[in-house]
Every structure is written in C-alpha cells, then in structure tokens.
C-alpha cells in the first residue's frame, strides 16, 4: 500500500484532534464561572457526603476486581475461537488452531491455579 492510502486517515485524525483541541479552549471561555463553597462541594447520587474519602479500603476488594478483571479479560478471548471453530476447522488449521486454543487454556490454567495456591480466593482470611 503507498503511503498516500493513509491520507484519509490522516486527515480524519487531524480533523478529530482538531475537534478536541477546539472543544477543550471554547467551552471554558464561553461557560460560566460560578464559584462558592456549596459549588465547589463533592457531590454523588444525592448524598451529602461524610468524613474523609481517603478511608483505607481492604485489599480484598482490590484483589477481587483485578482477578476479575484479568480472568474476565481471558475469557473474552475464547469466544472468537469458538464462533469461528468451524471455519477453523474447514480451512485446515483444525489441528493447528485446537493446539493453540489448548496452550492458552492451559496457559490460562496455571494463572488460575498460582492464584489458587497464593490463597486469593479465601475471603476469609
């Protein structure tokens, strides 16, 4: 491909950035400046808000939303394969593709199990 076929792609970047930069200095210079401690106050979902937001958290919590993130994110990558097993399958890459279907499962399965064994999944404790 010559590198004029990136031009319209250039300029759909050059116009999005544009955009951007055009948005980010008109709208502060055309919104109004309000300011005042009730303005300037935190505000969520209709809940005065209480204390300091800077409360330890346990790591449980940060523990449970990166394993589910991470083990999530694995398995989002399984189904392309198994929507296109079939063509997989008839264009002779049936065999090649299962092997590598299988060394990501298995993959897959010794990060599951050294998180099993580093006892992330014991809430308890």
């Given at each position: 491909?010559?590198?004029?076929?990136?031009?319209?792609?250039?300029?759909?970047?050059?116009?999005?950035?544009?955009?951007?930069?055009?948005?980010?200095?008109?709208?502060?210079?055309?919104?109004?400046?309000?300011?005042?401690?009730?303005?300037?106050?935190?505000?969520?979902?209709?809940?005065?808000?209480?204390?300091?937001?800077?409360?330890?958290?346990?790591?449980?919590?940060?523990?449970?939303?990166?394993?589910?993130?991470?083990?999530?994110?694995?398995?989002?990558?399984?189904?392309?394969?198994?929507v296109n097993f079939q063509h997989f399958k008839d264009s002779g890459m049936g065999t090649q593709g299962f092997l590598a279907v299988l060394m990501f499962v298995a993959i897959f399965l010794v990060?599951?199990?050294?998180?099993?064994?580093?006892?992330?999944?014991?809430?308890?404790?």
């Amino acid at each position: 491909m010559e590198p004029s076929g990136y031009l319209p792609i250039l300029i759909q970047a050059l116009v999005a950035g544009g955009f951007v930069a055009l948005i980010l200095i008109v709208v502060p210079l055309l919104g109004p400046r309000r300011r005042g401690l009730k303005k300037d106050e935190n505000f969520e979902c209709g809940i005065e808000s209480q204390g300091n937001a800077r409360i330890p958290v346990s790591i449980k919590y940060f523990m449970t939303a990166i394993l589910f993130v991470l083990f999530d994110v694995e398995v989002i990558f399984f189904y392309p394969y198994a929507v296109n097993f079939q063509h997989f399958k008839d264009s002779g890459m049936g065999t090649q593709g299962f092997l590598a279907v299988l060394m990501f499962v298995a993959i897959f399965l010794v990060g599951f199990y050294y998180v099993l064994k580093k006892g992330a999944f014991e809430w308890d404790k």
